[in-house]
Structure formats: structure tokens, C-alpha cells
């Protein structure tokens, strides 16, 4: 028998038990869907943090001061003359206190240097970066975190009105827009020059961000930076307690190792009730070859071969499996889409996830679908016939 | 009755020329089962020759081996000892495939129960052992059709057996065991599941076929339906007792 009319006998015996055909795929039909739908929350949750993360620049490094003492504006000029460094800017930073009218909360102060709006790029909200005039030696310039306006109450009636740091008066030029970022909430920026006499000595700096100018120069930058520095302080090659160096690329790499290995996980446990789904399936073909026995017995004696009868019975559970695997598929898809929808990140189908659902599903099928169709197959037509 | 007139004057000839065969040869056939840790012997030496255009009843009560027989000669078991020829083919040396294709060629099975496929209409019980052999789809319901129309059934080619009566799925059977053309038709209890009028209505069909010049092997346990065969061959134990030719 040619292979379309025995998938049009399984395609019939599917079609003849219908509600009993749904109950069996349904396991399937859970497995899958639940794979497509916790492959889309890692990928949405990954989406998230990475843009996050490139927020922060992908090509920087920060070198930050482990005492208050540890690096200098010295350092940064030299690290600044290194090869392929585009842009260096440097913070200090400290807790303190913000208050305008009668309120007064406690912020994070953040000196920075001029090139920080330049490198950093945040969104603003009201107002303005600090400008060149704000970095002048007399100006006494803020510009409030999105968080830190919040926690204050500003509006855009207050622009240019005085806002007390640390007791010390301020004028307020702007609010960002920085939500969703990474820590960067509380804060507050005023030129570096102001930190100092809010907090800071000269020349001491909490941090010195590089960047460089392309992300394939960052790893060498990293190296170059740290000798320097060694030099410069005369460290050996061991210790390195003065200082400690971050690279946003390998801060990426290691979230999105992190998310992987979630993803994996995740999947991971959905494999299994698609597993537990093709026990199923393989149960209820069992169960079929033993109620058809004598159909299998009347179908060797017409002259059916034991490769037909193995035939019908796997197309049976792989067609099961593979119904199963596409109405997965697609009830995953559509939850993904609302899942995306609340948590607030891009929804797409993906190749990959759709070759994935549907190929387990047909792998699913021929697993279970083996041992059932061979146990059909071997029926001795004797004594299929004469089976009650 | 139904007549069968698709046969042409050479294949005729070529029929009667072809009378002396055999289709059937056992020779000191000896089948023995393990039941338990028992050999049970079902056919203790048989010698038996059925020749082409016969019509031949093999008739005996349960236990005496007959089904053993109906299984070696309609290909579907080998035996323990001694050979067993069908169609000039001797199926001890083979194979599972092997005896599949000569029991798809030689031997056209009508069973007791009917035993039509489930889910399926007339037509597509008749054309499956033609699909089985590699027929195209169309050319099986070519042959289907004008079997079932020869047998009356031309106006419920797309019944299931549900819609069927009993002796319209017998009919139906038999088309399926005449659609391939075998050498033998190999008919099991074929009365055992109708009423005494539809049975005989089967057994004067089953006459018909032999008429035709169909070899035609009937097994029964009943002397009544035996006797409307021309050839007797009556089985105990394992040996056969008698092996009568002529009208009773």
C-alpha cells in the first residue's frame, strides 16, 4: 500500500474518535504550549534587562575607587590620553539630603564631569542637561533623577527655582528621564566641581568612566587601563584592592548567560510534560492496537504486511502528536502575545521557537509512536484474528 | 443469481486447460502447538490435494483440527512438519513478507463474523487488499465498484457496515475476498453469523463461484452446509476420516 492511502486509514481512525483523539494530543498540546510561552517571557525579560543595560553604553569600562582616596582627576586625565578612548568622564558620589519647602529626603549626590551627559545620553524630561555655564566655578546647577524629583514632588513650575542639597542652595535645570534604569534611581547630578564642596576633596574622584571607541577595543582598553593604573600606583600583579574595573559588555554577556541559562531551565521543565504528554499518546495507541487487535488480524489476512500495519500506526501517533504540537503552538503563541502585552515588551513569533515546538512534537510522536506500531506490527495474524 | 461475466472466452480456456492443477497440496502436514508446557498435535500426517476449480467442504467438529487447516492453507501459519503447497509455492521456507504477498495473491478470505474493516464503507473494505498489493487508488475503485455491482451492492458502495445488513455485509466480504482474483477463495464458517435464508442465499453465491470455475474451500463444522459442496473431506483428531466426492 502507497504511504498516502495508509495516512488516509490513521487520518481516519483519528477523524472516527475524535473527542477521544483531542483527550490524547492534549498532552502535547500542554507541553508545547507552555514551552512557547516561558520561551517568550525569557525572551521578553531578556529584552528588558539588555535594554537596560545598553542604556549604560556597551562600550565603556568604569573603574571604580574602593576608598575615598583611590583614584584621582590625575588618573583620569592619563587614562584619558590612552589610544582609542572617545570620551572619559569622572563622578563622585555620596549620600546626602535634597529638600525644597518643607520636604527633605535623602539622594544619592552625583558630581559629575562635563562629558557624563555627552557619554550617558539619558532621556530628559523638564528642563535642560547641566550646561558648559553650569560647569563655570561660580554655578550652583542640579538635575534631578526621574526618582529623586518624584520623591520631592517637583513640577515644571519649580524649573529654575532653588532646591536645597545637603542644606547648600541649587538651582534646579532639569529632570531626566532615566526610569527603568539600573540603580540609576534617587539621584541627583550637579558639575563635579560642586560635588567637592558638597562632599568631596580635591582631587579625589569615585569613579572614572572610558569609553571606547568601538565595542572590539574595549577588552584591550580594559587591559591597558589596568596597567596603567598598576603603574601609577605601583601594584603588583596580584593585588588590586585600590581599584576594580567593569566592563559593560561582559555585564551583558553575563546577564544574558544568566537568561539563557533560565531559559533553559524553564524549557527544560516544560520538555517534561511534553514528555509525560507523549507517555500519553503512547498509552492510548497501546490501548487502540489491543481493541483493533482483530482489525489487524482481518488487514494481514487481506494482505496487509507487517510494515503497513507499522506504518498506519506510527503515522496514527505522529499525527496525534504533531495536531497536538501546531494547536500548542498556537495557544502558546497567543498567551505569549497577552504576556507581552502586560509585561510590556515586543511580541514576535519566532522561527526558531515554531521549528522547536513542532519538531519535539513530531520527535514526541515517533518516540511513543515506535513501540505500539511494533507491537501491531509483530501481532501474529492467527492470532489476531481469533482475538475476542 | 449473480453471474459473473467478466471473464473472456481465452481466459476460460486457459481455465479449463489449467483444470489438472493444484492449488492445494499438503503432504504428510503435521502441525503441533505448545499450550502450556503440552505439545498439542491439531494435524497428525495429513495428505491432501485440492485441485483447480474445485469446490470442497473440509468439515469437522471443534477440535479436529480444522481451523489449523484453514490456517495452512489460506497462508497465514506454517506447518511443523511435511509441506504445505499453495499455488506451486511451498510456504515452509517463507519469510513473513514472502507469505503475505502469496496469501495476497492466492487466497481470497470470507470470514464467519464478516469482519469488515470498522470505519470504513463497502468500497473501501474491496479495494484495501488491492491497496495492499500497490494498486493505485484509482484502479481499485475501478475493480471495487464492478465487484460490488456484480454482487448487487452497486447502490451502497459508500455504506459502512453500520448501514449494512448481515447478508449485505457478508456480500461485501465476499467481494473483498473475489476483488483480487485468487486462486482460492477460503471461506471460514461463512453461514456462522446470518439466518438460515441469508446463509443459503451465501452458500448458492459460493456455488456460483464455483460454477464459474473458482476453487472454492469451505470450512464448516456443519453437515447440512457441507453437503451443498461436491467434495467432503471430513477431519478428527487430526486425520482425516472420509474424503467424499459426489452429491449425498
Known amino acids: ?388 | 443469481m449473480v453471474r459473473f461475466q467478466h471473464r473472456s472466452n481465452s481466459a476460460l480456456l486457459v481455465e479449463q486447460e489449467a483444470m489438472a492443477d493444484e492449488v492445494v497440496r499438503l503432504d504428510k502436514v503435521r502441525r503441533d502447538y505448545l499450550v502450556g508446557d503440552q505439545i498439542t498435535t491439531a494435524l497428525d500426517g495429513i495428505d491432501l490435494v485440492i485441485e483447480r476449480g474445485e469446490f470442497v467442504a473440509i468439515v469437522g467438529p471443534s477440535g479436529s483440527g480444522k481451523s489449523t487447516m484453514m490456517n495452512l492453507i489460506g497462508c497465514l501459519d506454517r506447518p511443523s512438519a511435511g509441506s504445505v503447497m499453495i499455488a506451486g509455492d511451498s510456504t515452509n521456507e517463507l519469510n513473513d513478507n514472502q507469505l503475505t504477498s502469496l496469501r495476497s495473491k492466492a487466497i481470497g478470505f470470507v470470514f464467519q463474523q464478516f469482519q469488515l474493516l470498522p470505519n470504513t464503507t463497502a468500497i473501501e473494505n474491496v479495494m484495501a487488499p488491492l491497496l495492499y498489493q500497490g494498486k493505485s487508488t484509482k484502479e481499485a475503485k475501478r475493480a471495487a465498484t464492478q465487484m460490488l455491482t456484480q454482487l448487487g451492492l452497486g447502490d451502497r458502495l459508500n455504506f459502512d457496515r453500520n448501514r449494512l445488513s448481515g447478508g449485505q455485509q457478508q456480500r461485501v466480504a465476499i467481494a473483498r475476498a473475489l476483488v483480487t482474483s485468487p486462486d482460492i477463495v477460503l471461506a471460514d464458517e461463512p453461514t456462522g453469523a446470518l439466518d438460515s435464508k441469508t446463509g443459503a442465499a451465501v452458500i448458492e453465491l459460493l456455488k456460483d463461484l464455483h460454477r464459474d470455475g473458482r476453487t472454492v474451500v469451505l470450512i464448516t463444522h456443519d453437515l447440512e452446509i457441507a453437503a451443498s459442496a461436491p467434495r467432503r473431506v471430513f477431519l478428527r483428531d487430526g486425520l482425516i476420516e472420509r474424503d467424499e466426492r459426489g452429491a449425498r
Open chain 1, 1 to 388: 500500500m502507497k504511504l498516502l492511502g495508509t495516512a488516509t486509514l490513521a487520518l481516519n481512525r483519528i477523524w472516527a474518535t475524535k473527542i477521544r483523539s483531542l483527550l490524547t494530543m492534549l498532552g502535547v498540546v500542554i507541553g508545547v504550549a507552555a514551552i512557547v510561552a516561558l520561551t517568550s517571557i525569557v525572551d521578553g525579560a531578556s529584552q528588558g534587562i539588555n535594554k537596560s543595560l545598553a542604556t549604560l553604553g556597551t562600550n565603556q569600562l568604569n573603574i571604580t575607587a574602593m576608598a575615598p582616596d583611590s583614584l584621582t582627576e590625575q588618573d583620569a586625565q592619563e587614562l584619558a590620553a590612552l589610544e582609542n578612548v572617545s570620551v572619559m568622564f569622572v563622578q563622585s558620589q555620596n549620600q546626602g539630603t535634597i529638600a525644597t519647602g518643607d520636604k527633605r529626603v535623602n539622594a544619592r549626590l552625583v558630581g559629575v564631569s562635563a562629558q557624563y551627559f555627552e557619554a550617558v545620553k539619558p532621556e530628559i524630561a523638564l528642563g535642560s542637561y547641566l550646561s558648559s555655564s553650569s560647569f563655570a566655578a561660580t554655578a550652583k546647577d542640579v538635575v534631578f533623577g526621574a526618582d529623586a524629583a518624584n520623591d520631592l514632588g517637583l513640577t515644571k513650575a519649580m524649573l529654575g527655582q532653588t532646591v536645597k542639597l545637603n542644606g547648600q542652595d541649587f538651582r534646579l535645570v532639569g529632570v531626566l528621564d532615566d526610569q527603568a534604569g539600573f540603580g540609576t534611581s534617587g539621584r541627583v547630578y550637579v558639575p563635579i566641581d560642586s560635588a567637592r564642596k558638597l562632599f568631596s576633596q580635591y582631587p579625589y574622584v569615585s569613579s572614572i568612566v572610558i569609553q571606547a571607541n568601538t565595542a572590539e577595543q574595549v577588552d584591550t582598553l580594559q587591559l591597558q587601563a589596568d596597567v596603567l593604573l598598576r603603574e601609577r600606583y605601583g601594584l603588583g600583579a596580584e593585588t588590586v584592592a585600590r581599584y576594580t574595573i567593569t566592563n559593560q559588555a561582559s555585564l551583558i554577556a553575563a546577564v544574558s548567560s544568566i537568561t539563557a541559562t533560565l531559559g533553559l531551565l524553564l524549557t527544560g521543565i516544560a520538555a517534561i510534560s511534553l514528555i509525560v504528554g507523549g507517555i500519553g499518546i503512547m498509552n492510548i495507541m497501546l490501548v487502540s492496537v489491543r481493541e483493533r487487535t482483530r482489525e489487524i488480524g482481518v488487514r494481514r489476512a487481506i494482505g496487509a504486511k507487517q510494515s503497513n500495519i507499522l506504518t498506519q500506526f506510527l503515522i496514527e501517533a505522529i499525527v496525534l502528536s504533531l495536531a497536538g504540537g501546531v494547536v500548542g503552538l498556537i495557544l502558546g503563541e497567543i498567551a505569549a502575545f497577552f504576556l507581552a502585552v502586560i509585561g510590556d515588551w515586543v511580541f514576535s513569533i519566532r522561527l526558531d521557537t515554531v521549528g522547536l515546538a513542532l519538531g519535539f512534537s513530531l520527535l514526541v510522536g515517533v518516540v511513543f509512536g515506535v513501540w505500539p506500531a511494533r507491537t501491531a506490527a509483530k501481532l501474529e495474524p492467527i492470532d489476531a484474528l481469533r482475538f475476542e
